[in-house]
């Protein structure tokens, strides 16, 4: 079984601050690694993806995750974050069934 | 990336009446569709997944009678809410990928139910 802990539930950064939102996975194998973000009343849209390529992934509107084995995690980051960036971003893992299993979210509030 | 339209994307209905929501992938062949619910400032819970053409395969606590889906064609699944009441008041999004368990899924844009 396999499971995804976000170790943050609220974030609040000031606008043009970095972004970190932390993400440990659990799993018998490396799985394959999402980011989502999902603003107010709207589906889910990809940021990045991990499939065992290389660690470090680039995904749109300037986020990045690194996944780290030997730490299980796979956090992201945003070196300057935008009035835009605040939603709720979900991580989630992929198992080989393709079943998504999604952590419980955190919240991204930004302060001008 | 591959889009999926959800339909409608709010429905107020009477407690005791059904409503259907529709997902259809528009330029892609949907083989799984997954179907979600999510509570006020919680996670997406999977209710259940349906391959094209067969029945849905629902996950524990969810009632197969009170969520009918259907997935005839590659392209369409419906889920519909039967004798809806207020505690069903929620969330629901859908997901769908095609070809093998390790690729992408895409989600829709969700809708938001609500029982009066």
């Given at each position: 079984a396999q499971s995804v802990t976000q170790l943050d539930s609220h974030v609040s950064v000031s606008e043009g601050t970095p972004v970190l939102l932390r993400c440990n996975y659990s799993s018998s194998y490396s799985p394959s690694l999402f980011w989502y973000v999902q603003h107010p009343n709207k589906g889910l849209q990809l940021l990045l993806k991990y499939t065992?390529?290389?660690t470090l992934v680039k995904g749109i509107n300037g986020f990045e995750a690194e996944f780290k084995k030997s730490e299980t995690s796979f956090h992201l980051t945003k070196p300057s974050a935008h009035m835009s960036d605040a939603a709720e971003y979900f991580c989630v893992a992929m198992d080989s069934w393709g079943k998504l299993q999604f952590g419980a979210g955190t919240q991204v509030v930004v302060t001008p | 990336g591959a889009v999926v339209s959800q339909h409608p994307s709010w429905v107020i209905c009477k407690s005791g009446t059904s409503v259907k929501i529709e997902c259809r992938s528009l330029d892609f062949q949907a083989t799984t569709m997954f179907w979600y619910r999510q509570f006020p400032k919680q996670s997406l819970m999977l209710m259940a997944t349906s391959n094209e053409g067969s029945k849905a395969t629902y996950e524990q606590g969810v009632e197969k009678d009170k969520f009918l889906i259907n997935h005839?064609?590659?392209?369409l699944s419906t889920l519909t809410v039967t004798s809806?009441?207020?505690?069903?008041?929620s969330f629901y999004i859908c997901s769908a990928r095609s070809g093998n368990p390790n690729t992408e899924a895409f989600f829709g844009q969700g809708t938001r139910l609500t029982v009066v």
């Amino acid at each position: 079984a396999q499971s995804v802990t976000q170790l943050d539930s609220h974030v609040s950064v000031s606008e043009g601050t970095p972004v970190l939102l932390r993400c440990n996975y659990s799993s018998s194998y490396s799985p394959s690694l999402f980011w989502y973000v999902q603003h107010p009343n709207k589906g889910l849209q990809l940021l990045l993806k991990y499939t065992s390529a290389a660690t470090l992934v680039k995904g749109i509107n300037g986020f990045e995750a690194e996944f780290k084995k030997s730490e299980t995690s796979f956090h992201l980051t945003k070196p300057s974050a935008h009035m835009s960036d605040a939603a709720e971003y979900f991580c989630v893992a992929m198992d080989s069934w393709g079943k998504l299993q999604f952590g419980a979210g955190t919240q991204v509030v930004v302060t001008p | 990336g591959a889009v999926v339209s959800q339909h409608p994307s709010w429905v107020i209905c009477k407690s005791g009446t059904s409503v259907k929501i529709e997902c259809r992938s528009l330029d892609f062949q949907a083989t799984t569709m997954f179907w979600y619910r999510q509570f006020p400032k919680q996670s997406l819970m999977l209710m259940a997944t349906s391959n094209e053409g067969s029945k849905a395969t629902y996950e524990q606590g969810v009632e197969k009678d009170k969520f009918l889906i259907n997935h005839a064609s590659l392209t369409l699944s419906t889920l519909t809410v039967t004798s809806a009441h207020p505690e069903d008041s929620s969330f629901y999004i859908c997901s769908a990928r095609s070809g093998n368990p390790n690729t992408e899924a895409f989600f829709g844009q969700g809708t938001r139910l609500t029982v009066v």
